[in-house]
């Protein structure tokens, strides 16, 4: 594959990846109820509802989680996948794809949380107490991961160790895992 093969794989990667990240927080601010009312949910809505509102006559909620969005998000990963794997003229079998995509949505939902904790920090240092409307939001989504970290280890002299420990245990759940969740797909 040339340079123009990778830069096409690479757009598809992004444009694809982008709209599942919005997928993902979609389900994950469901999850943890945040205001969407905030202008960032609300673009969150618009460009994910469209697909959205057809499937969720056929597949209902399952609690506060979304199922027809998590089926979305996996059938996007799964079609960028084939594309992929089509424009690199590999030949891959239907359950290794159906489990990679699977496996990348628990990935790329530990990055999305890893991103989060990491932003939070960064904004506490820039523009702390900041009106910024994606403030709450950030601390709403960091709320699931942070809030037992800050019970384990507290706040010592003012110094919030916190997100380190959020950080690290993100990090080692992408090793211990999501490497092995690939590598069991990659062997069917």
């Known amino acids: 594959m040339g340079y123009v093969g990778d830069a096409g794989v690479f757009l598809v990667d992004t444009i694809f990846g982008f709209y599942i990240v919005i997928l993902l927080l979609r389900i994950l601010l469901q999850l943890v109820r945040a205001n969407f009312f905030n202008p960032v949910c609300q673009f969150i809505v ?3 509802n469209p697909p959205l509102v057809p499937l969720r006559k056929v597949i209902p909620n399952w609690g506060r989680l979304d199922l027809s969005a998590v089926l ?7 079609v960028s996948l084939l594309i992929i ?4 003229g590999a030949a891959i079998s239907p359950a290794r ?8 949505l628990i990935d790329l939902t530990l990055v999305i949380f890893m991103a989060v904790v990491f932003i939070k920090v960064l ?7 900041g009106d910024s409307p994606i403030h709450p939001l950030l601390y709403q989504l960091s ?4 809030d037992p970290a800050r019970r384990l280890v507290p706040p010592m002299g003012g110094l919030d160790l916190s997100p380190m420990v ?3 245990v993100l990090q ?3 090793m211990l895992l999501v490497r092995p969740l690939t590598d069991l797909v990659n062997s069917l």
């Not at 904004?123 to 107490?129: E, F, K, N, R, T």
């Open 97 to 104: 794809l159906v489990g990679l995509s699977a496996v990348s």
């Open 166 to 168: 959020v950080l690290l």
């Open 172 to 174: 080692l759940s992408r």
């Open 85 to 88: 794997v089509s424009m690199v």
């Open 143 to 146: 709320a699931p991961v942070m």
């Open 46 to 48: 618009k460009i994910t």
């Open 72 to 78: 979305l998000a996996w059938l996007v990963k799964l």
């Open 123 to 129: 904004l506490s240092w820039v523009a702390p107490g």
